[in-house]
């Protein structure tokens, strides 16, 4: 199912309190973080600040999810397609995930928020590899939320990654094929223990998945917004979770309320 959200709402002033509209929160919230270079270009400004100004969306969202009660929280950061940007680009998005993780880790970790960094790391620098591992670890036991970034991903990366372990597996001898079902695939995935994302949300208008949780989002509620990451905020994340509680999840099945 698709929503899309056209309307340009009210930006919130530091003292609103709208939870109370919120009547509940779905368990895992994905968001595919769309518009930085646009929301830069409208401005006449250089794509960096585009991601710069994406790096504050990013902290006004988990500070709103934990907020609400949101208990995971995805964020598409970096694609494994991104490598074909401009190698100044691919610089500094990944130089803009090192300060993130020396400025914000810290305090994600005394809010309670674990880390979890989903995708490929075998072309990653050493150093950066580092940082995501220390990061992790330092709030492995965290329960309050789980943060999930996901970087130098793609789903059918992903996909490909899981069933190459699960056929090392087979030809060692240790699984057999007909133990190859859904259950082991999902224990495979990058995202293993955490539950699938109830809804994704995509700025910028656009309307496609492009490359993400393609195993997780099988159920997926989507819903659109027009506005570009970096304008993104808990206005339009209540009014995202508005959308969702409205829709009629059925799973395969009928509608509680058809004849």
Known sequence: ?????????????????????????????????????????????????????????VRRTVRACLE??????????????????????VKFLFNLLRRFIHQDVAELHAGGVRVKVVGSRTNLDS???ALIDESEALTAENTKMTL?????????????????????????????PDLVTETAIGAHIDTAGIPDPEMIIRTSGEKRLS???????????????DEHWPDFNRE??????????ARDRRFGGISATAS
């Open 1 to 57: 199912m698709q929503h899309d959200m056209n309307a340009n709402p009210e930006r919130l002033g530091p003292d609103a309190a709208n939870a109370d509209r919120v009547a509940s929160v779905p368990n895992h919230v994905a968001i595919i973080m769309d518009g930085n270079g646009r929301w830069a270009q409208t401005r006449s400004l250089p794509r960096t600040s585009g991601h710069k100004q994406g790096v504050e969306a």
């Open 68 to 89: 609400l009660g949101v208990a995971h929280l995805t964020l598409f950061s970096f694609s494994s397609e991104n490598w074909s940007r401009p190698p100044e680009e």
């Open 127 to 129: 150093d950066l590899v």
């Open 148 to 176: 999930v970034v996901a970087f130098n991903y793609g789903g059918r990366d992903e996909i490909v990654r899981a069933v190459q372990s699960i056929a090392a597996q087979v030809a060692r001898g240790d699984l057999t």
């Open 211 to 225: 490359n993400f949780l393609l195993w997780q989002s099988a159920y997926s509620e989507f819903v659109f917004i």
């Open 236 to 245: 339009l994340l209540i009014k995202a979770i508005e959308a969702f509680n």
